[in-house]
């Protein structure tokens, strides 16, 4: 049996559900942003994957994952920035915490 | 390609330009009033280069990453105005930072310069670049205050926008799978040279369109991904609440409409199927931003809740493009006219907020009692712009209402309209409620409230405005006309 593009597809579509389940399941505000990271990765697999065995003339898929890495990063600064201000303020990063709005 | 492509990206070279300078001259200057002078300065310069470029012919540009036509000009003018009027009505909210200043303005340009590269994007990898240049400022803008309420608004706006690109890149990573293109053309010739099929024979494409839906869906705030408007727009500062009611979800209609017309606008089995879902999702996020609304006493939170009504109402010239087959211009113009009054009508409305916030510190609408006393001239302004996003005569409301309508009639989406006009009514409860506050009850204190010269000429402008395209709207339909038949071309 060789590995083609199906594997590398439901790879990614694994974890890109484990990501998400990451999301919507941690209450940890760094850990969510873990869990966007792996989503953000889950992509990456597909982008290349594609890239290698639908277009393999093209690199398109390849530059896009790049692309996806350098933005990747940006938002992780912030989002750590953020975090750390709102640990400022609250001495937690519990995001069930974070409730002073809501309805 | 070749290097003098760039000359078409002057507005937002020159407005980057501008950023840099602000945060450069912000370590020499005391006087940080200069810095909103400048920004402003950076923003007419830009405009002036777009309207330069208005009405040539649409070329595209980078290996038709960027497409310069009359739509992306009309987006990024309105961008721009958008832009220097928050510039003009954030003076005295940002001169009481002591650190920051330079930053804010500064921030207030790269995300607008993220917003017009976004609404000029033809392909799917400068559709991401783009969105992420303008989330990744507001999330920091929106955080700007650093107090409790501000803190909590930026994460969740960073954690929710952060999911959302996830899944819109997941999306676009379907789409480029089942096509192996990412540019937008690229793609639509894909998909008319399939043979006719339905999307159910298509999965991946189907799943791919969805998610690319969700994607934009978080930013233009539709069900269900409307969750984080009213906790972000109560804990940002009040401009940016402005900025993002305004700015960013015109950006985010721009890019639906370029990503379904462009990419997956032609065959009827695709576009109908799209259409549907728009119609859907339209219908209930008016009805949802105006139910909850009704409950709101915090008028930053009550307008982020009208702001997702009003989104729904945006939602049904979507709908009414997909469902018109081919090329129907009344769908599209009514769409842009419908934003273009939204634009000038929301940001009136907060500009007069933040005139009134600034004194009494307070976004209660209880706080707002007597406030006709107190300030006429604001409360007077504030009521006009209600009035307009009820829909009422004179004003631009009204006529954006009629034309987006009268679209979905034209294309049987009869059912849609009747929905959207109940949801009016239901508006018209709260809009009028927080003007009954103001001009009958007793006021708190007899202290009046000051307001600075930028922030009335600011709001003057958005009265103006509202006015014009609710009495005189011949010459901005022209406009609207001539910025949507580019996208049929």
Redesign the interface.
């Known amino acids: 049996m060789s590995v083609g593009l199906e594997h590398y ?1 439901v790879l ?1 579509a694994v974890l ?1 559900s484990i ?2 389940y990451g ?1 919507l399941a941690k209450r940890n ?1 760094v850990v ?2 873990m869990c ?1 990271e792996i ?2 990765n ?2 990456n697999i ?2 290349v ?2 890239s290698r065995y ?2 393999p003339m ?1 690199l ?2 390849q ?2 994952a790049i ?2 890495i350098v ?1 990747a990063a ?2 992780a600064a ?2 750590i ?3 750390i ?2 640990y ?3 001495q937690s990063v519990d ?1 069930d915490k ?1 409730d ?4 | 390609m070749s290097i003098s492509e760039f000359r078409f990206l002057a507005p937002e070279l020159n407005l980057l330009g501008f950023a840099l300078l602000v945060i450069l001259i912000d370590l020499f200057v005391k006087q940080k009033k200069v810095l909103a002078g400048l920004s402003i300065a950076g923003l007419v310069v830009s405009a002036g280069f777009t309207v330069v470029m208005w009405g040539m012919p649409a070329t595209d540009i980078f290996y038709r990453m960027l497409a310069i036509d009359n739509f992306a000009l009309f987006f990024k003018l309105l961008l721009l105005a958008a832009a220097a009027l928050i510039i003009l009505a954030s003076q005295d909210y940002v001169s009481k930072f002591d650190r920051f200043q330079g930053e804010y303005y500064a921030l207030v340009l790269i995300s607008a310069v993220g917003m017009m590269l976004l609404v000029a994007a033809t392909d799917l990898i400068a559709i991401y670049v783009a969105l992420e240049l303008s989330g990744i400022s507001l999330y920091v803008l929106a955080t700007f205050l650093k107090d409790k309420k501000s803190t909590e608004a930026g994460l969740k706006y960073l954690l929710l926008g952060a999911v959302a690109s996830a899944v819109l890149l997941y999306g676009m990573a379907l789409v480029f799978g089942f096509t192996g293109r990412t540019c937008l053309m690229c793609i639509a010739e894909y998909v008319q040279g399939m043979p006719g099929a339905g999307l159910l024979s298509n999965p991946a494409l189907l799943l791919g369109m969805v998610l690319l839906a969700a994607g934009f869906g978080f930013k233009i705030a539709c069900f269900p991904f409307q969750m984080w408007v009213p906790d972000v727009y109560e804990g940002a500062p009040t401009p940016i609440t402005a900025y993002l009611s305004v700015a960013s979800k015109a950006a985010g209609f721009a890019v639906v409409l370029r990503v379904f017309f462009v990419a997956l606008g032609s065959p009827e089995w695709i576009s109908l199927n799209w259409g549907i879902l728009f119609a859907v999702l339209s219908a209930i996020t008016m009805t949802v931003g105006n139910v909850v609304a009704i409950l709101q006493s915090n008028i930053k939170r009550m307008l982020g809740y009208s702001s997702i009504a009003q989104a729904g109402y945006l939602m049904v010239g979507l709908a009414t493009i997909g469902m018109a087959i081919g090329n129907d211009a009344l769908g599209q113009s009514g769409l842009l006219f419908f934003i273009m009054s939204y634009a000038v009508t929301n940001l009136g409305a907060f500009i007069a907020i933040i005139a009134i916030s600034n004194k009494i510190k307070s976004d209660e609408i209880d706080d707002y009692t007597g406030m006709g006393k107190r300030a006429p001239l604001l409360a007077l302004a504030l009521t006009f712009c209600l009035i307009s996003l009820i829909g009422l005569p004179p004003t631009a409301g009204l006529i954006a209402k009629i034309y987006i309508f009268s679209g979905a009639v034209q294309h049987g989406l009869l059912w849609l309209v009747i929905v959207a006009v109940i949801n009016s009514c239901i508006s018209a409860f709260y809009y009028l409620r927080v003007v009954k506050v103001m001009w009958t009850g007793e006021p708190a204190s007899k202290v009046k409230v000051p307001s600075s010269w930028a922030l009335r000429i600011a709001l003057a402008l958005c009265c103006l405005f509202v006015l014009l395209l609710g009495v005189i709207p011949g010459g901005f339909v022209g406009i609207a006309e001539a910025a949507a038949r580019i996208l049929g071309s």
């Open positions: 597809l990614s890109f990501g998400l999301v505000a969510i942003l966007i989503m953000l889950a992509v597909a982008l994957a594609f639908v277009v093209l398109t898929g530059i896009f692309f996806v933005v940006a938002e912030v989002g920035a953020i975090i201000a709102i400022r303020n609250r995001v974070f002073l709005m809501k309805w």
